[in-house]
């Protein structure tokens, strides 16, 4: 039915980020992958070379120290859900990503709105 783990997708993709390379990052994702960011469609993200350049940037502005670690995340079929938690310089929050895979490839991610923890995260 599948040609491969959904969460294998979102990992390998969730190393790019860790590693700060935008190209593999959005390699991950389909050419006419959708991201969407905040809960009222603040900022939408069409394909992959839009996907690739909105990151680019982000990687080029974000803190050098942070971490990025999977807080908890659920799977069904062709959907992963990841609670996301980023810590480091003067940067501490969360937010929930909900991931959809088929292909192998990340077809639809819709990044829930961001919960800034300011000193840190709550347990």
Avoid: K
Avoid at 8 to 31: G, K, L, N, T
Avoid at 53 to 68: K, R, S, T, V
Avoid at 76 to 84: A, H, N, R, T
């Amino acid at each position: 039915m599948f040609d491969c783990l959904a969460m294998e997708v979102v990992d390998a993709q969730v190393e790019a980020w860790r590693a700060r390379d935008a190209a593999a990052f959005a390699s991950h994702y389909a050419p006419d992958a959708v991201v969407v960011m905040g809960s009222n469609e603040d900022e939408v993200l069409i394909g992959r070379e839009a996907i690739q350049d909105f990151y680019g940037n982000a990687f080029l502005e974000m803190p050098a120290q942070i971490e990025l670690t999977i807080s908890n995340r659920i799977t069904s079929g062709e959907y992963v859900i990841d609670e996301e938690a980023l810590v480091g310089d003067q940067v501490a929050g969360e937010a929930v990503v909900i991931y959809q895979v088929r292909s192998c490839q990340i077809v639809r991610a819709e990044i829930l709105p961001w919960v800034d923890h300011g000193e840190g995260i709550a347990e």
